[in-house]
Nanobody, 126 residues
Framework: QVQLVESGGGLVQAGGSLRLSCAAS????????MGWFRQAPGKEREFVAA????????AYTDSVKGRFTISRDNAKNTMYLQMRSLKPEDTAVYFC???????????????????WGQGTQVTVSS
């Protein structure tokens, strides 16, 4: 059974940092791209960042560029999101996901992701 489990969320003041982790179990995803999405209250889920299967290629939504860093450790079957200079507008539930197809480029489209974690809450106070 495939499971993605996010951790590392919490309450932080504006300007602070958090590091999210996404641990995968049930199968190995080292040939699949992975991504982070978030959903704020009353809003649709949106793309945050993605990393390709090798960890060498990344993509970010404009609002987090220069502040967030996505990475992965294939030996640990784990993906990370280092978040710095957090803003109140970063408040959301953050989800990790595995892209549906192997290899290829990363995607910003949530429908191209097959496996999802349950989410972890990130709250940034002003």
């Amino acid at each position: 059974q495939v499971q993605l489990v996010e951790s590392g969320g919490g309450l932080v003041q504006a300007g602070g940092s958090l590091r999210l982790s996404c641990a995968a179990s049930g199968r190995t995803f080292n040939s699949y791209n992975m991504g982070w999405f978030r959903q704020a209250p009353g809003k649709e889920r949106e793309f945050v960042a993605a990393v390709d299967w090798s960890g060498m290629s990344t993509a970010y939504t404009d609002s987090v560029k220069g502040r967030f860093t996505i990475s992965r450790d294939n030996a640990k079957n784990t993906m990370y999101l280092q978040m710095r200079s957090l803003k109140p507008e970063d408040t959301a539930v953050y989800f990790c996901a595995v892209q549906r197809t192997r290899w290829g480029g990363t995607s910003r489209n949530e429908y191209e992701y097959e496996y999802w974690g349950q989410g972890t809450q990130v709250t940034v106070s002003s």
